[in-house]
């Protein structure tokens, strides 16, 4: 069965420092990756994906993720964050299929302050 | 624009009382998802349809059920509401490959009192 893990439950930073929101997985199979965003008061909205290819993932807003199979990692970067990405940031993790659902990691609150 | 909507922002119950979480898609989506989101615990994934009357079993089934009689409409029912099923209830919708992106509702926080 395939597992995520997000260890920082709350990260606080800096209008415009950069950020690191760690998420590892476990899975003895093929995966693929995802970072889903909430932002206050709204359901979740897909960041970015890894399915293959590239393991560097980049999303519209700045945002990337890089896909390391032998850390068993994809953690999501920013080097230079807004007020406006204060948000929740989920890892999911799913080994595809027709029936396979998305298993999701606990969380990141990503707190940005002026 | 894509959209999944549900039926309450907010909903207060009794305990014992029988529940509906009400939820449209109007993208044509085949795959239908409901999970539960608690603080320290992220989403977990209640039940899961992938087509009309078709359903199936999640990570944490017990003390609901669902029903789909058609393509764009999922509901989540709780049988007999109890307090530790006070929480955010999300729904979302996908085209038939899992790969593909989950569409989400805004969800409903309900409380059981």
């Known amino acids: 069965a395939q597992s995520v893990t997000q260890l920082d439950s709350q990260v606080p930073v800096f209008e415009e420092a950069p950020v690191e929101l760690r998420c590892n997985y476990s899975?003895?199979?093929?995966?693929?990756l995802f970072w889903y965003v909430q932002y206050p008061n709204q359901g979740l909205q897909l960041l970015l994906k890894?399915?293959?290819?590239?393991?560097l993932v980049e999303s519209i807003n700045g945002f990337e993720a890089e896909f390391n199979k032998s850390q068993t990692s994809f953690h999501l970067r920013k080097p230079s964050v807004h007020i406006s990405d204060t948000a929740e940031y989920f890892c999911a993790v799913t080994k595809g299929g027709a029936t396979n659902k998305l298993i999701f990691g606990t969380g990141t609150l990503l707190a940005v302050q002026p | 624009d894509v959209k999944v909507t549900q039926s309450s922002r907010y909903l207060v119950k009794r305990t014992g009382e029988k529940v509906f979480l009400e939820c449209v898609q109007d993208m044509d989506h085949e795959n239908m998802f409901w999970y539960r989101q608690d603080p320290g615990l992220g989403l977990r994934l209640i039940y899961f349809s992938y087509d009309v009357k078709m359903k199936e079993k999640g990570d944490i089934p017990e003390g609901y059920s669902v029903s789909r009689e058609k393509k764009e409409r999922f509901s989540l029912i709780l049988e007999s509401a109890s307090t530790n099923q006070t929480s955010m209830y999300l729904c979302a919708s996908s085209l038939v490959d899992l790969l593909n992106e989950q569409f989400f509702g805004p969800g409903t926080r309900l409380t059981v009192l």
């Open positions: 890894y399915l293959s290819g590239s393991t």
């Open positions: 899975s003895s199979v093929s995966v693929y």
